[in-house]
């Protein structure tokens, strides 16, 4: 089984401040992560993942992960925060890319960013 | 080309109606599936299906009946509609582990 913990359920930043969303999983087998964003009324969109090979992995609009298997963490953090980063984001965990492979998500983080 | 699309956005319906979501993909992926996100954000698997075979079932009730005509496509009926059924519906394909997410349906019942 798997579990993903979301630490903050909203996040403040100001604009240019550095971004830090935390995420800790439990699995039994090595891990697929993944961070996903939703803005308002939209679907998700996948922003960065990591299954094998480089612990630090970077992803689209300047955001990048590290998996830390020490510290089951797997945080995002963006260096500069944008106005247009306030969204909701989503760390979530699967156990491979088999055909029975499902996401499952944190509560969510919503990021709030301000002048 | 929208790659995951789902139709309606936007569902409101009475309490007792059936009503169907309907979900295509057009990335060629084997598995398909429909989340559930709840009012308070939170978002559950509730079917995937690999290549027309219902893989996962997650103790969703039997009045949600998946349907996958061909492999492009994953429909949700929803039969006997409560108030707890309101939620944003997401269908996602994949192939590999990442998922591809449609837009969502908003389904209100009143």
């Known amino acids: 089984a798997q579990s993903v913990t979301q630490l903050g359920s909203h996040v403040s930043v100001s604009e240019g401040a550095l971004v830090l969303l935390r995420c800790n999983y439990s699995?039994?087998?090595?891990?697929?992560l993944f961070w996903y964003v939703q803005y308002p009324n939209q679907g998700l969109q996948l922003l960065l993942k990591?299954?094998?090979?480089?612990?630090l992995v970077k992803g689209i609009n300047g955001f990048e992960a590290e998996f830390k298997k020490s510290e089951t963490s797997f945080h995002l953090t963006k260096p500069s925060a944008h106005m247009s980063d306030a969204a909701e984001y989503f760390c979530?965990?699967?156990?491979?890319?088999?055909?029975?492979?499902?996401?499952?998500f944190g509560t969510g983080t919503r990021l709030q960013v301000t002048l | 080309d929208t790659a995951v699309s789902q139709t309606p956005k936007y569902l409101v319906t009475q309490m007792g109606n059936d009503k169907s979501i309907k979900c295509e993909q057009n990335l060629g992926h084997d598995t398909m599936y429909w989340y559930k996100q709840d009012s308070k954000k939170f978002l559950k698997i509730m079917f995937s299906?690999?290549?027309?075979?219902?893989?996962i079932n997650e103790t969703v009730p039997n009045r949600f009946s998946p349907k996958s005509p061909d492999k492009a496509h994953l429909n949700l009926h929803i039969n006997s509609l409560e108030l707890g059924d309101s939620a944003v519906y997401f269908c996602a394909s994949s192939q590999t582990a990442e998922a591809f997410f449609g837009q969502g349906t908003r389904l209100t019942v009143v």
């Open positions: 699995s039994s087998v090595p891990p697929y």
């Open positions: 990591y299954t094998t090979g480089a612990t």
């Open positions: 299906y690999n290549n027309k075979e219902l893989i």
């Open positions: 979530a965990v699967t156990l491979g890319g088999g055909t029975a492979s499902k996401l499952t």
